[in-house]
């Protein structure tokens, strides 16, 4: 059983629309993690959270530490944002190795 | 270039045969970690060294499996005896404090 869960599997949005990418985890963390990764694989780190919110252009990352749940929200959405977004968690004890969700499949059409 | 870079990109390999990928951190970085993606899936870990020290190997890594980190700089990971099952996309990261940085990956097609 994957102990990080993400939802949706797939989503299709049109161009502007705000996009939210949900995550929840089992125990507790050290860090969460928001990756970015395009067809041909390579992975991009767009947010490391333990707490809070952060914001990076039209990127908002949240966590709820108590409810054990992130969101990655994209505003005003565009077809570049077209790509798989995976949440990673860094448990309190792992030595900095990641656990991944399955991802999620954004796919923006103009 | 100062980011993580692995080669090859892309290996295709007749099963049976014995494959190594290398991995090269970002040089001041002392973790390194190597994860597993098969499609459609999210990575799995895979092992992790701090320094040339290899601190934990996960149980997906079988005996065909060895990886190395000599002098604690660029590490290589070796898949002898080559499987189907072992088709995947091998991803290395290198990390000096919580934020992980990856590399492009090196795609392993077994025919």
């Known amino acids: 059983k994957n102990e990080v869960e993400q939802s949706p599997q797939n989503l299709t949005a049109q161009e502007g629309e705000f996009i939210t990418i949900n995550c929840s985890y089992s125990?507790?963390?050290?860090?969460l993690h928001w990756l970015q990764q395009h067809p041909g694989g390579g992975i991009v780190s767009l947010f490391m959270l333990s707490s809070g919110k952060k914001k990076h252009g039209r990127l908002i990352a949240t966590i709820n530490i108590q409810e054990k749940h992130s969101s990655l929200h994209i505003t005003a959405s565009h077809p570049r944002d077209s790509a798989v977004y995976i949440c990673?968690?860094?448990?309190?004890?792992?030595?900095?190795?990641?656990?991944f969700g399955q991802g999620t499949i954004l796919t923006v059409h103009p | 270039d100062t980011g993580v870079s692995q080669d090859p990109r892309h290996k295709i390999t007749k099963r049976g045969q014995n494959v190594t990928f290398r991995c090269d951190p970002i040089s001041e970085h002392n973790r390194l970690y190597w994860y597993r993606q098969t499609l459609g899936q999210g990575p799995e870990f895979l092992t992790y060294f701090q320094n040339e020290a290899q601190l934990e190997k996960s149980r997906l890594l079988s005996d065909r499996f060895s990886a190395e980190r000599p002098k604690g700089s660029f590490s290589t990971l070796e898949i002898q005896r080559t499987e189907q099952g072992d088709s995947a996309m091998y991803l290395c990261a290198s990390s000096l404090g919580l934020e992980q940085y990856f590399g492009p990956g090196t795609r392993l097609t077994v025919t």
């Open positions: 990673a968690v860094m448990w309190g004890t792992s030595y900095g190795k990641l656990t």
């Open positions: 125990v507790g963390i050290s860090a």
